[in-house]
């Protein structure tokens, strides 16, 4: 019913720039918060940043002045702009979208099926 497409993942070298998109579809009638989480091989998935439907930003303290996040509301799509990549934040990423449908007043989070970023020299 409601589908989020990660894309821009890859293979970069330290201090490299990637960028993520995240495109939700379906029957949407509204999206609330959007964001990117993120897991390490054998490591807990962790919050990587949150955008509101306002805009206010959240992020976490490993990525804050190197990553970016932004939404197109018009597009159902949220950015991850990547910028200094370390090796440590090789892991696959995750969009996740707080959505309504038009069957359902009540916001359910929703997952994208993950895409892999990989910082190696």
């Known amino acids: 019913q409601v589908q989020l497409v990660e894309s821009g993942g890859g293979l970069v070298q330290p201090g490299g720039s990637l960028r993520l998109s995240c495109k939700a579809s379906g029957s949407i009638r509204s999206i609330y918060a959007m964001g990117w989480y993120r897991q390490a091989p054998g490591k807990q998935r962790e919050l990587v940043a949150t955008i509101a439907s306002g805009g206010t930003t959240n992020y976490a303290d490993s990525v804050k002045g190197r990553f970016t996040v932004s939404r197109d509301n018009t597009k159902n799509t949220v950015y991850l702009q990547m910028n200094s990549l370390k090796p440590e934040d090789t892991a696959v990423y995750f969009c996740?979208?707080?959505?309504?449908?038009?069957?359902?007043?009540?916001?359910?989070?929703?997952w994208g099926q993950g895409t892999q970023v990989t910082v190696s020299s």
């Open positions: 996740n979208a707080d959505i309504t449908t038009s069957t359902s007043r009540y916001a359910y989070a929703y």
